[in-house]
């Protein structure tokens, strides 16, 4: 083992067999955006095994600004092949599958069967609702937020908890949007970082 991981083993709630667990690990993200690359940054820093990258977008540079992930030299490439390049860049012994694809309630489901925990990172209010839906079926964790202006939430759903539609069971017909409401990058970076959180500690198992 490489002096890698060594801050975080250190702590009695990680442990050897903790970093084996989050090396074993699968986690599902939906979403390469604002939410996604802190959360990916993360979860690639901390040793997770597999990362599933799920985003049909390009990078654009009105992306840059709370998207750290990427630089002017990535403007017009897929996004999760952006993502993937510099994951990998960062911890070279982790794997990162790159799906540039809509989520879809067709999809949705082969999606989360190949993951430990979901992470919704799409920022879309249908994707939320799908992505809860077949985490409730497969009673798999999902970790969901959402940022606008200056606020947003992060949520644990499914596998034990109520899901996302239990919570909210109608979709409101109009939802704000970071690009008519606009954003500040630090918010979603901090949810984001939240939502990492809450990943690292469904797999470690913390209280």
């Given at each position: 083992m490489t002096d890698r991981y060594a801050r975080q083993i250190v702590l009695p709630e990680v442990g050897p067999s903790g970093q084996a667990r989050l090396a074993a690990a699968r986690v599902l993200v939906v979403g390469a955006g604002g939410l996604g690359c802190p959360v990916l940054h993360y979860l690639a820093a901390a040793g997770i095994g597999r990362l599933i990258v799920v985003d049909p977008d390009r990078v654009e540079e009105s992306n840059l600004h709370r998207q750290p992930l990427y630089t002017m030299a990535d403007i017009g490439a897929r996004k999760v092949e952006a993502a993937r390049a510099a994951l990998l860049r960062l911890n070279p012994d982790i794997a990162v599958e790159a799906l540039a694809q809509r989520l879809t309630p067709g999809n949705a489901t082969a999606l989360v069967a190949a993951a430990d925990i979901v992470v919704d990172a799409a920022d879309s209010l249908a994707a939320t609702y799908v992505l809860s839906d077949a985490c409730l079926q497969q009673h798999t964790?999902?970790?969901?937020?959402?940022?606008?202006?200056?606020?947003?939430?992060?949520?644990?759903?499914?596998a034990g908890a109520p899901s996302y539609r239990a919570?909210?069971?109608?979709?409101?017909?109009?939802?704000?949007?970071?690009?008519?409401?606009?954003?500040?990058?630090?918010?979603?970076?901090?949810?984001?970082?939240?939502q990492a959180q809450f990943v690292l500690q469904w797999l470690l198992d913390i209280e």
């Open positions: 964790p999902l970790i969901s937020a959402s940022a606008v202006g200056l606020a947003g939430y992060v949520g644990g759903f499914c919570v909210f069971p109608e979709m409101p017909a109009r939802a704000a949007s970071c690009s008519s409401a606009g954003v500040l990058g630090s918010v979603v970076g901090l949810l984001g970082s939240l």
